[in-house]
C-alpha cells in the first residue's frame, strides 16, 4: 500500500491557481514532517516546501516564496501545496515526501518516504 499519494497536477495557464494534495498514512502522518519537491525534465529534484509535525512550522524554497503555501490536515491526514501565479518554470513533477523527525529540512536525502509524484504543467 502506498503511503504517500499525491494527486491535483494538471495543466493550467501562467498567472492561474493550483492545489496538489497528498493523502499520508496514518503510521507517517502524526509523527513526520512533510514536505513538497518537484523535478523538471533534465533538472535535480528541488526543494519546494515543507511543514513540521504540529503544523506550526513552514519552510519555502526561494523560487516559491510568496506564491505558494503549504498545509497540513490533522483531520484527513492530508497535506496541501496552494500554488498562485503559476509560472512556466513551475513546471515539473511535484512529489510528497515524509521524514521521520521533529526538524523541517530542504535536503533531499532527508526524507524518507516519497510519493510517485504528480505532473504540473503552466503553459500559454
Known amino acids: 500500500q502506498a503511503q504517500l499519494v499525491e494527486s491535483g497536477g494538471r495543466s493550467v495557464k501562467p498567472g492561474d491557481s493550483l492545489r496538489l494534495s497528498c493523502e499520508v498514512a496514518?503510521?507517517?502522518?502524526?509523527?513526520?514532517?512533510l514536505g513538497w519537491f518537484r523535478q523538471a525534465p533534465g533538472k535535480e529534484r528541488e526543494f519546494v516546501a515543507a511543514i513540521s509535525w504540529g503544523g506550526g512550522s513552514t519552510d519555502y524554497g526561494d523560487s516559491v516564496k510568496g506564491r505558494f503555501s503549504i498545509r497540513r490536515d490533522n483531520a484527513k491526514e492530508a497535506v496541501y501545496l496552494q500554488m498562485v501565479d503559476l509560472r512556466p518554470e513551475d513546471t515539473a513533477v511535484y512529489y510528497c515526501?515524509?521524514?521521520?523527525?521533529?526538524?523541517?529540512?530542504?535536503?533531499?536525502?532527508?526524507?524518507?518516504?516519497w510519493g510517485q509524484g504528480t505532473q504540473v504543467t503552466v503553459s500559454s
Open positions: 496514518p503510521g507517517i502522518f502524526n509523527f513526520y514532517v
Open positions: 515526501a515524509a521524514r521521520d523527525t521533529y526538524s523541517i529540512s530542504q535536503a533531499r536525502q532527508d526524507y524518507d518516504y
